[in-house]
């Protein structure tokens, strides 16, 4: 009898994450792992222009790819693996702005600085999805991609249709029912 309401637990708590026990390991939605990525970037990019130290916009962004992958639940961990460089360019370009704010040229400032920073900072998100991907590889990624390709496979989305023109303009609808009852023969 134990075993089976422990069995029915640990079902209870795959099925909804939500219903798992407390004192667990942390773990995040695809979305979730997302925000964590932005808000270390950010606090890393915001950190290196107010302390002027440049490595601390790419330790940040690199800090944030390693903990969102980690605590990344692996059944959404594509999400995860693609948003680094949306998430990385989101960041520069939102700390660009925060700290240009009372400068003579607010666009100037902001786009002069979102190209020397995403210059200066390049590798740091290069290395930064190569952390995500690298963790989340053994982690579970190619079964999410097979099962993402599956269901494109699946929903014919790519094939030709059957009936490419269901629609008969030139016809009135009864003279296509009559149709689509008589045997066509070839």
Do not use: H, Y
């Not at 693996?81 to 360019?89: D, G, I, Q, R, Y």
């Not at 920073?117 to 690298?134: D, Q």
């Not at 269901?151 to 094939?159: D, I, K, M, T, V």
Request: aromatic share 4%.
């Amino acid at each position: 009898m134990r075993r089976r309401r422990d069995r029915a637990r640990k079902d209870r708590a795959r099925r909804d994450p939500a219903a798992a026990p407390a004192g667990g390991p942390v773990t995040l939605t695809g979305r979730g792992g997302v925000v964590v990525l932005f808000a270390a970037g950010l606090l890393g990019a915001l950190l290196s222009r107010w302390l002027d130290a440049p490595v601390l916009a790419g330790a940040g962004f690199a800090t944030g790819c390693v903990l969102a992958a980690l605590a990344t639940r692996p059944a959404d961990l594509l999400p995860l693996a693609v948003s680094p460089p949306v998430v990385f360019l989101a960041v520069t370009i939102l700390a660009e702005l925060v700290t240009g704010i009372g400068e003579d040229s607010l666009l100037r400032s902001v786009a002069v600085g979102v190209l020397a920073a995403l210059a200066a900072t390049a590798p740091w998100l290069f290395g930064g999805t190569l952390l995500v991907l690298v963790i989340t590889v053994p982690r579970g990624l190619l079964a999410n991609v097979r099962e993402l390709r599956g269901r494109l496979a699946g929903s014919r989305l790519f094939e030709q249709e059957e009936n490419e023109n269901p629609v008969r303009w030139e016809e009135p609808p009864s003279t296509a029912r009559t149709r689509r009852r008589e045997p066509q023969d070839d």
